[in-house]
């Protein structure tokens, strides 16, 4: 179920601006991890690493490769 949360942000994240603005309130990737569970969307680093992943996988494009990529890119922003 986890996973399911993670794969879920990922794409509610590329396109949902509010999550996203939310999601700038945190200061590290624990506080992210902290401020989803509150809404509902637990998941771990490592279930996230494993979403994205899978989500490579299932890629048809570039294009939608480079998205699932975007979103790694800012989520390891949190890292600190």
Known sequence: MSLQNAITFISEVDTDNELRKS???????EGLLE???????????????????????????YEQAGRVKEVKAW???FRK
């Open 23 to 29: 999601c700038y309130t945190c200061k590290t990737q």
């Open 35 to 61: 401020h989803l569970k509150g809404k509902g969307r637990s998941f771990t680093s490592d279930e996230f690493e494993d979403a994205i992943n899978m989500l490579l996988f299932k890629c048809q494009t």
């Open 75 to 77: 989520f390891n922003c």
